[in-house]
């Protein structure tokens, strides 16, 4: 994952008009129902999903900031990661994932963030029980495993928003089957079902959009509330309280670097590319002025996209991107004013 990824901890929030297309898809009975979302977010897209309908909302959320969030909207909310957070199997009744998509590395080899969080939480899903799953087209080979065993009537769909348009994002509707009717699969139908998944991660083309209006609904069973439990590290606790411990400070010597201050005349005139570098690695950054022009500036690299469209003599237009990277200067004045020049 690049660092904009990093930054925001994977959080690719599904946006509010596709939330309310997958929503036609769901049949909520009238009685009570509990619902879980593992990677919650701000909570916006979960709470569109299951609107209208009596539930019990659940989720899991490792960002501090978007934790709180989303107790705006989502009652039951557990601060941490949610590949340690411990839940008893079958309790609920939906399950809606929109994992971040990234790589694990582990001791032996590595994974898919995507199929690690699906492994981990779709045996919450009661038998019966409905998935939604929003991942990048080309991760479906990954998932195919557990959603060729586990699922039936697994429908695939493609997101059209710009947003999902620009990370290949799909969705993935399906019922967890019964240990009846997993019983009753051959080798045979798992295999036609995984080689399935692979050829429409290959060929993205092949996956019919979400339509406005499903052609059928998949019903959500009845469950009751489910107990979460994070057995995993007060992240943020520790960060606050790691500057008071001695041997961090012992340490800090050794893993942080002292910042070093460039000083004295070049031995030539610099040319605006010099500058460029100089001011995204930090030279130019500090405090400058007196008075109402006291500021502090921030330089950074930012990467922008140019778009262009042509048009032939036959109508078509052809789309064309062009990533590329710019220099970004922020100023924080001590009046209070924020300018960013770019």
């Known amino acids: 994952m690049r660092f904009q990824g990093k930054s925001r901890l994977g ?7 596709e939330a309310q297309r997958i ?3 769901l049949l909520f009975p009238d009685q009570s129902t509990s619902a879980i979302d593992p990677c919650v977010g701000d909570g916006v897209a979960f709470e569109v999903i299951t609107s209208g309908a009596e539930v019990l909302r659940y989720g899991i959320e490792l960002d501090a900031y978007r934790a709180e969030q989303a107790k705006q909207r989502i009652p039951n909310i557990v601060q941490g990661n949610t590949l340690e957070v411990q839940c008893p199997v079958e309790c609920f009744g ?3 994932l929109n994992p971040p998509y990234d790589c694990t590395l582990g001791p032996a080899d590595s994974r898919r963030t995507e199929q690690s969080f699906l492994s981990h939480t779709y045996r919450w899903l009661k038998p019966g029980g409905v998935l939604v799953l929003v991942i990048p087209g080309d ?3 990954e998932c195919s495993q557990i959603l060729s065993t586990h699922f039936r009537d697994v429908g695939v769909y493609r997101l059209e928003s710009h947003e999902c348009v620009r990370y290949r994002q799909v969705v993935v509707i399906g019922t967890r089957r019964s240990r009846r009717e997993k019983e009753r699969l051959t080798d045979s139908d798992i295999t036609r079902a995984r080689l399935y998944c692979a050829s429409l991660a290959r060929n993205p083309s092949q996956i019919p959009a979400l339509p406005h209006e499903p052609e059928a609904r998949y019903g959500v069973p009845v469950s009751g509330p489910a107990q979460l439990v994070y057995r995993g590290l007060p992240l943020d606790e520790i960060e606050d309280l ?10 800090g010597r050794i ?17 605006p590319g010099h500058i460029g570098l100089l001011a995204v690695g930090g030279m ?14 921030f330089w950074q690299a930012v990467k922008l996209t140019d778009r262009v469209e042509e048009e032939d003599e036959q109508g078509v237009i052809t789309v064309k991107e062009k990533e590329r990277f710019s220099n970004e200067l922020t100023v924080v004045y001590s009046t209070g004013q924020v300018a960013i020049l770019k």
């Open 11 to 17: 959080f690719y929030p599904l946006p509010f008009s």
């Open 23 to 25: 929503r036609r898809f």
């Open 94 to 96: 939906l399950g809606y």
């Open 139 to 141: 991760r479906l080979a």
């Open 242 to 251: 790691l500057p008071q411990s001695a041997a961090y400070r012992q340490a």
């Open 255 to 271: 893993l942080f670097a002292e910042p070093r201050s460039a000083g004295g005349r070049p031995l030539i005139p610099l040319k």
């Open 284 to 297: 130019l950054n500090g405090i400058f002025g007196s008075g109402d022009e006291r500021h502090i500036s």
